[in-house]
């Protein structure tokens, strides 16, 4: 005990010693310069825009890509054409930040999962959930801001005054070693509406319905837009690749 306390006395003293002979300069450095970024908007001018009220360019059909995503564009607002299927990015993307808004339907139909449902698949695979949670009981682990069947929001978010709903997530993919190992599962912090409700989340695997979710290498993928049957709005989509 006295020699552990010995050591760690003269452990203290020679960094003590050695900070002595650093002056400030000797921990500073100027290169590499972060670069630049204007947010004119809200929106970073490094960002990739996927939709910003104009027309759904950066998007398809997931069921026939080379078709043009068959939902609705009006008035700057982006709405699920019911029964015409998923949309997807044609860009594919591994780790990035994301910002997408949300509303749900104005006409209050349907309960549970039935109600205001969408989703946002990251990579094509693990949906972030998007429901109408307002006086809408469901599994916690379904309801909006969860990891879809896997993690539930650390806390339950309301819409902001206009109906509108905020995401912005910070995804890190899976990686894979050469051959085909799981070396690191995919993450997930999402914000929504400014708080927190994912903090580093591991998502486990692939977003399934029935059972546990798979998990199978993969390279990069495209963001989906899930069309569950509900007129679900969104708008102002941007993304960077990290
Ligand atoms: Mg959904």
């Known amino acids: 005990m006295k020699l552990n306390l010995a050591i760690s006395f003269l452990f203290i003293a020679s960094i003590a010693a050695a900070q002595t002979k650093f002056k400030p300069e000797d921990t500073e450095f100027y290169t590499p310069k972060p670069h630049v970024v204007h947010v004119p908007g809200g929106v970073p001018d490094d960002a990739l825009v996927l939709f910003d009220g104009r027309d759904l360019v950066e998007w398809q059909s997931v069921k026939d890509t080379n078709q043009a995503a068959p939902w609705l564009v009006e008035e700057g607002v982006l709405t699920v054409k019911g029964g015409a299927g998923d949309i997807q990015t044609k860009k594919k993307f591994g780790d990035f930040q994301l910002h997408i808004e949300w509303k749900s339907p104005e006409l209050i139909k ?7 449902n969408s989703g946002v698949f990251l990579q094509g695979l693990y949906e972030v959930q998007v429901l109408d949670n307002t006086d809408n009981p469901t599994y916690v682990n379904g309801q909006a801001g969860s990891i879809y069947k896997q993690r539930p929001p650390l806390v339950e978010v309301r819409s902001e005054e206009d109906g509108w709903h905020r995401y912005d997530l910070i995804y890190h993919a899976p990686q894979f070693n050469r051959d085909g190992m799981l070396v690191r599962k995919a993450t997930l912090t999402l914000l929504h509406n400014g708080v927190l409700v994912q903090d580093q989340a591991v998502i486990e695997g692939t977003t399934e319905y029935i059972g546990l979710p ?9 963001l989906i837009l899930q069309d569950h049957g509900n007129p ?3 708008r102002n989509i941007w993304i960077r690749p990290l």
């Open 110 to 116: 349907g309960e549970g999962q039935g109600r205001g």
């Open 214 to 222: 798979k998990m199978m290498a993969h390279g990069v993928g495209p």
């Open 232 to 234: 679900v709005h969104f």
